[in-house]
């Protein structure tokens, strides 16, 4: 007899011979039955594999039951309520409001994510501020089906006769953007979640105004089955809600959204055509040489010179990479505008900086950490890590850490810490730009080889140096067009500054 049958058979036995639950039944089998459809918000193919923020939550609930994670792809909405329907999944991600009337039909849990329609448009049209500039342009707005917003439009329809939209049943999101960014839909409505994660790839689209309040996003439970997995799932969110976990990958997956606005998308574009192809070769061979992915390298390369090989700062550092001298001495760099060396040079440099970082900080964290260390140097990152976890916070999380680093630039606070003074404001905004830019590149260039290739690969060996004098690097302004960055600082959370 198989352990499977051996393990349902007991819970028949266990439960006195009544059917099992769904949650039992479930962990008997092994497996947990996930639908879901592609989207960056839900589910997609990513460097190592599947990811999105309801394939990773889903994950570590698989890994909760102790069970298998195993996942189908629908083609639209319509598909996963059907497999819910007949009860060949347990759990479906649709991105649809948690607030929605499902009848009989399904079970809704939040799933930490909140979003709400937003009403987007071509860069050509006159700006939109609000309903009456769409009927003063008699503009049609688009919309895909199986979303959150047709509520929402309906509702617009009957508040202003006058305005009118259109339902496309084969567009998604994506589908959508990529026509306002186009110009062959002059405005549409799409949730805001997924225009941020997709932003930075379409320059011409600009976001107007909001078409609803914000609404959390759920995971739909067939009725079908009994509450008894939707209860455990429940429980399940309210466990990593309170450990910070939850908090964790929301700043995994949007938190470094938001910095690169339609002048930086456009030039960051252009860069990579002009730009970037006298220097791809020597990116992938030194970041091959170093174990790292050669699109960060050149994410590195664009936020600290924008691919120009005689930048030069009125610090002194220069080169591609902008190098200090003390650093390109360390590491052996004899020309530092020379493109070979200071890419060579700030590969061998950023892999150093990475080794650093304690071994048991798990990744991402790790590499955004020895960004932060590359810009405003390691110990002013221990600084900060003490700052945060003499607060209560998790040192070893980028999401708590880079609330203290802006703190290394009052007095009250430095003068409490080993290594003093930091423009402690810089790295944070150095790492989101750089996450942002290689977001841009992965999409570019998702080659097969490059897509299964970790960002910085396990150094594996042995004690690391650094030169005395860790570089510094100045952030160039944030153009006015972009966003700026908000930060929640520990004075607003009432915490004074320790002593350490």
């Not at 252009?270 to 070769?281: A, F, G, K, M, V």
């Not at 930048?311 to 200090?324: C, D, K, N, Q």
């Not at 977001?439 to 897509?451: F, H, I, T």
């Not at 970790?454 to 042995?462: I, K, L, N, R, Y």
């Amino acid at each position: 007899m198989s352990g499977i049958l051996l393990a349902m058979l007991w819970v028949v036995l266990a439960s006195g011979c009544t059917r099992p639950d769904t949650l039992a039944t479930v962990q008997a089998e092994g497996v947990l039955h996930v639908i879901t459809r592609n989207a960056p918000s839900i589910y997609y193919e990513g460097r190592e594999g599947p990811t999105g923020f309801d394939h990773e939550l889903a994950r570590r609930f698989a890994d909760h039951l102790g069970v298998e994670l195993r996942v189908r792809l629908a083609d639209g909405n319509s598909e996963i309520l059907r497999v819910l329907d007949d009860g060949y999944a347990h759990i479906g991600f649709t991105g649809l409001s948690a607030d929605r009337d499902w009848g009989d039909r399904f079970r809704s849990l939040a799933n930490g994510l909140t979003s709400e329609s937003v009403m987007i448009y071509h860069r050509g049209l006159e700006h939109l501020d609000g309903i009456e500039d769409l009927l003063e342009q008699d503009v049609v707005v688009h919309v895909a089906t199986e979303s959150n917003h047709l509520p929402h439009l309906e509702q617009l329809q009957l508040q202003h006769p006058a305005f009118t939209y259109r339902i496309h049943s084969g567009l998604d999101a994506a589908g959508i953007l990529e026509r306002v960014e186009s110009g062959e839909f002059p405005a549409a409505v799409v949730d805001a979640n997924e225009l941020a994660l997709n932003h930075v790839f379409y320059p011409n689209v600009k976001r107007a105004f909001s078409v609803s309040d914000q609404e959390a996003i759920a995971w739909l439970f067939p009725t079908s089955n009994d509450g008894s997995l939707y209860r455990e799932a429940r429980r399940f969110l309210e466990e990593i809600e309170h450990d910070g976990t939850l908090a964790n990958l929301r700043e995994r997956f949007y938190g470094h959204l938001g910095q690169l606005g339609y002048v930086g998308a456009l030039t960051f574009e252009e860069h990579i055509q002009e730009r970037l192809p006298q220097y791809l070769d020597i990116f992938r061979d030194y970041g091959e040489d170093n174990g790292l992915d050669w699109r960060l390298l050149a994410a590195i390369g664009y936020q600290e010179s924008n691919w120009r090989r005689d930048a030069v700062s009125p610090t002194g550092v220069r080169g591609l990479m902008m190098l200090t001298r003390s650093t390109a001495d360390h590491i052996g760099i004899d020309n530092r505008l020379n493109p070979r060396q200071s890419i060579e040079g700030g590969a061998r440099y950023f892999r150093q900086v990475h080794g650093m970082i304690p071994e048991h900080v798990q990744e991402p964290d790790r590499t955004w950490f020895a960004l932060a260390s590359y810009n405003v140097g390691f110990g002013h990152l221990e600084d900060a890590r003490r700052l945060a976890e003499s607060a209560g916070r998790n040192p070893d999380r980028w999401l708590d850490v880079k609330e203290f680093l802006p703190l290394l630039s009052q007095k009250e606070w430095y003068s409490k810490t080993r290594h003093g003074y930091a423009r402690g404001h810089e790295p944070v905004i150095y790492v989101q730009n750089i996450r942002r830019y290689y977001d841009v590149l992965a999409r570019r260039y998702d080659l097969q080889s490059e897509a299964e290739a970790p960002m910085v690969a396990d150094s594996g060996s042995g004690e690391l140096s650094i030169p005395p004098n860790q570089p510094t690097y100045q952030t160039r302004e944030s153009n006015p067009d972009e966003q700026e960055t908000s930060l929640v600082l520990p004075r607003e959370m009432g915490l004074t500054p320790p002593t350490l």
